[in-house]
């Protein structure tokens, strides 16, 4: 079955940095565009970040541009989001999504979600 | 930034009944247009992808129409679990944008 796992969530000061991970299974994420969700506490869905298939180019939303970096590790079939200078504004579950193969930024495989609170 | 506008904000229906929600783009996103459901703590799920493409497993109850700024998502007769939250998505440019979505309550 193919599924997004993400992990590296949790609880920082504001200021401090996270770096979360989304593992992937039953397909090569290196053939997909990919990309992070978030959605705060009670809130709608966030775009936050996207890579192409082939990592080339990167996108980012104005709220989190200069403070997050978006990549991936082919070898570990692996999804990443460094996140630096973090806000109370940040906090909120983040999804990593799998693009419709041939649709980019189409999301049709969702991870379950991992929670980050940016809480001194 | 595309600001896509959902309405209504509630939509209070029985099951059976058909649902019609609307998403609406401040400028056009030609056919770049997908529809998301969100059940309570449960993540997104694909509906709907460029404009009127079923994503794999949806049921045909479920319908997307329009084109350039305005779209629809009907769903032709509600099942209990199709009570939730909808959000309609465009991939026309940068940044991605989504709705602030539809809630679909029990009447």
């Known amino acids: 079955e193919v599924k997004l796992l993400e992990s590296g969530g949790g609880l920082v000061q504001p200021g401090g940095s996270l770096r979360l991970s989304c593992a992937a299974s039953?397909?090569?994420?290196?053939?997909?565009?990919m990309s992070w969700v978030r959605q705060a506490p009670g809130k709608g869905l966030e775009w936050v970040s996207a890579?192409?298939?082939?990592?080339?180019?990167?996108f980012y939303a104005d709220s989190v541009k200069g403070r997050f970096t978006i990549s991936r590790d082919n070898s570990k079939n692996s999804l990443y989001l460094q996140m630096t200078s973090l806000r109370a504004e940040d906090t909120a579950v983040y999804y990593c999504?799998?693009?419709?193969?041939?649709?980019?930024?189409?999301?049709?495989?969702w991870g379950q979600g991992t929670t980050v609170t940016v809480s001194s | 930034e595309i600001v896509l506008t959902q309405s209504p904000a509630t939509l209070s229906l029985s099951p059976g009944e058909r649902a019609t929600l609307s998403c609406r783009a401040s400028?056009?996103?030609?056919?770049?247009l997908a529809w998301y459901q969100q059940r309570p703590g449960q993540a997104p799920r694909l509906l709907i992808y460029?404009?009127?493409n079923r994503a794999t497993g949806i049921p045909a109850r479920f319908s997307g129409s329009g084109s350039g700024t305005d779209f629809t998502l009907t769903i032709s007769s509600l099942e209990p679990e199709d009570f939730a939250v909808y959000y309609c998505?465009?991939?026309?440019?940068?940044?991605?944008?989504f709705g602030g979505g539809t809630k679909v309550e029990i009447k």
């Open positions: 999504a799998k693009s419709v193969y041939g649709s980019p930024w189409a999301f049709h495989i």
């Open positions: 039953e397909f090569t994420l290196s053939n997909y565009a």
């Open positions: 890579i192409s298939g082939r990592g080339v180019s990167t």
């Open positions: 400028q056009s996103v030609t056919s770049y």
């Open positions: 460029d404009v009127s």
């Open positions: 998505q465009h991939r026309s440019n940068w940044p991605l944008t």
